[in-house]
């Protein structure tokens, strides 16, 4: 397999209103598996991948399956095979399962994917005329990834699909996650670092519109210094509890973000 980067950012810089917000995001994908993207709140990650997509004003080079997108338009670099699913999800409440699903289909070779898509993911099926805003978060989650793989994408994008979901969600979210990039590479927005722990092999780390920090993601997990100075999680965060059932069995770094555990919700 081919070691060169899926999607590989260099020196993406975003100015909003005026505001510099990026100035200097360095960023690789791995072609297979999970990527993990890192940082404080507000360290610029999402607006990361709105530049990436072009969603918001961008200068650097962003090269997707070797090929230079910078000036593409948004539709452009979807329809190379791009899915997102936004920080909130972006789901249909008042549709059901199949016509949010349905809304997401794009034209393209072979159609739509539903063979994969259920394969993944049996519950959608077992759902598909339920209303959407009647799920759980986890299968919230299913429906935001599954549109992702509808439609024979190269790369997923995942924006924190973890956020505001209790513990034993999250542990539903990781397995969907994990299912989902065995058929194609994620790039994944991440503050629970339990997720980052359980499914990603590389990571990044933004600090203040920059790339802080680029390596192994067990190398960065694995030193209770660099978590705590990139990502200002530290000891508290570690605790098992069955709260908790994301927290990792050994010791040493942070499992959670502060202000993710305990939260509940879906
Ligand atoms: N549209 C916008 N207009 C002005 N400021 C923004 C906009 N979007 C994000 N920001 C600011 O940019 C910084 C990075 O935000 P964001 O990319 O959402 O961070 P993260 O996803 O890492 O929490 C924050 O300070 C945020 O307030
Ligand atoms: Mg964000």
Redesign the pocket.
């Known amino acids: 397999m081919s070691t060169e980067p899926l999607l590989a950012v260099r020196g993406l810089a975003v100015v ?2 005026g ?1 510099h ?1 990026l100035h200097g995001v360095d960023l690789d994908v791995a072609p297979s598996g999970v990527t993990a993207l890192l ?1 404080r ?8 991948v709105r530049g990436v997509l072009g969603l ?1 004003p961008r200068t650097g080079s962003v090269r997707f399956l070797g090929e230079e997108t910078v000036r593409l338009a948004t539709h452009a670099l979807v329809r190379r095979g791009v899915g997102y699913a936004p920080e909130d999800r972006g789901i249909f409440a008042a549709l059901t399962v199949a016509e949010n699903l349905r809304l997401a289909e794009r034209p393209g070779a072979g159609g739509p994917a539903y063979g994969l898509v259920h394969e993944l993911f049996p519950e959608l099926k077992a759902r598909a005329k339920q209303l959407a805003g009647t799920l759980s978060g986890g299968q919230q989650q299913m429906v935001a990834i599954g549109r992702t793989l509808l439609n024979g994408n190269r790369l997923i994008i995942a924006d924190e699909p973890t956020k505001g979901l209790a513990p034993k969600v999250v542990t539903e979210v990781a397995r969907v996650l994990e299912r989902a990039a065995q058929a194609v590479p994620v790039l994944l ?1 991440e503050q629970n670092l339990a997720m980052v722990r359980r499914l990603a092999e590389h990571c990044v780390v ?1 600090a203040d ?1 920059r790339t802080a920090h680029r390596g192994p993601a067990a190398d960065l997990l694995a030193d209770p210094e660099a978590t705590r100075r990139l990502l200002g999680v530290g000891r508290r965060a570690d605790a098992v509890s069955e709260e908790n059932p994301m927290a990792p069995q050994d010791t040493g770094t942070a499992a959670t973000s502060a202000a993710d555990s305990g939260k509940a919700g879906a």
């Open positions: 909003i209103g505001r917000i940082g709140n507000g360290a610029g990650k999402t607006t990361t918001v927005v933004l519109g």
